[in-house]
């Protein structure tokens, strides 16, 4: 699967990231793409490279008096920790596990109609992190973007206008983009969604879904 | 090898005493380097004095607690010890979780490749001669980037950002990460 991703992230958000200034659900979202992709992982990499140079060039602040003893008080002589093993892979990338507690079968889905269904995930409020389930061949209504929204496929496909998206992949959509996500016929699709400003749902079955789905 | 690269293999030295032996002397050595820088950068990016002294000190005690998931193969002691700063801002000035992909730690005892180490180390330290080498208006883009002062849309606008710097970089991990993948 992992040579089959199509779409990646932005060099923006990767750098947004390694900066740490992405808001949470967006970190979320690019944390869960980079496990499932070796390639944005080494971009990842390249791009915490740039913060390490940083370090060694940043004019450096003298810490205070008996710094070193503080901060030897603090470790207490403790052992290091010694990695925990890599979490068994279920459908759902290990960040999420950790936002939910478990893998697909505990996620606490809300019906938001046509068989759609979605999850809140708890993040800052800044932007929303959802986990989506729709099933397949159904399309999720047509929506503009105030803000950006990010899109992971985790399971299952979607098409818009624009392409075709499979598991790992990841859409990238501004505000002047209006699309028509439809999940791939066979399989539901399950994706984790982030945006940063309220979906805009066009036409009257979109504007009951849009309260139905909060936002 | 250049000054540069003997002091990166020092601090991985220093890492692997901490790691193996809970040498504290080795901790006073990475300190006295590292946690004025760390501070530094904590104070660039927004915290007062006092705020950034204690985020230094629990930066330099996460990388003793921690020593075991420092991989010199992946990245140099700088770049580690730059996740773990960003980490404490994002908790302590943003107040924000940071979630992350899982650590790629294979066998715990598994020593990393000593030519992946040293390759690793001149391509650090390329990197940051070239950053150091960039027209002022573009370093300080970085810099203002990495200090937190961008917000992804105001990075995205950016034409000026020289990515081209880390293109290499970004070779090396994926080399790497094949590697170890098989
Ligand atoms: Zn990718």
Known sequence: ?215 | MTERDIENHEWAECIAAIRDRQSTAAFAVLFEHFAPRVKGFLMRSGADEGLAEECAQEVMATLWRKAHQFDPSRASAATWIFTIARNRRIDAIRKQRRPEPEELSWGPEQEPDQEDVLALQQESEQLTKAIAALPDKQRALIEKAYFGDLSHREIAEQTGLPLGTIKSRIRLALERLRHEMT
């Open chain 1, 1 to 215: 699967m992992k040579d089959k991703i199509q779409h990646h992230l932005s060099d923006a958000l990767l750098m947004a990231y390694s900066a740490g200034s992405l808001p949470e659900a967006f970190s979320l979202t690019v944390a869960s793409h980079i496990a499932m992709c070796d390639e944005c992982r080494a971009r990842l990499e390249a791009f915490d490279s740039v913060g390490g140079a940083l370090i060694e060039s940043v004019e450096t602040v003298a810490m205070g008096n008996g710094s070193l003893k503080a901060t030897l008080a603090m470790i207490g002589g403790a052992m290091t920790e010694r990695p925990k093993a890599r979490a068994v892979t279920g459908v759902l990338p290990s960040p999420l596990h950790d936002y939910i507690g478990g893998d697909l079968d505990d996620v606490n889905w809300r019906p938001v109609g046509m068989g759609v269904k979605q999850a809140i995930l708890p993040t800052s409020d800044e932007a929303t992190a959802r986990l989506l389930y729709i099933p397949a061949g159904v399309a999720v209504p047509d929506h503009g973007h105030q803000g950006m929204e990010l899109t992971l496929v985790l399971q299952g496909a979607f098409m818009d206008e624009n392409a075709h998206f499979g598991p790992g992949d990841i859409e990238i959509a501004d505000e002047h983009m209006h699309h028509t996500p439809v999940a791939a016929p066979g399989m539901d699709c399950i994706c984790l969604a982030a945006t940063d400003a309220p979906l805009r749902f066009r036409g009257l079955v979109p504007r009951i879904a849009q309260s139905f789905l909060n936002i």
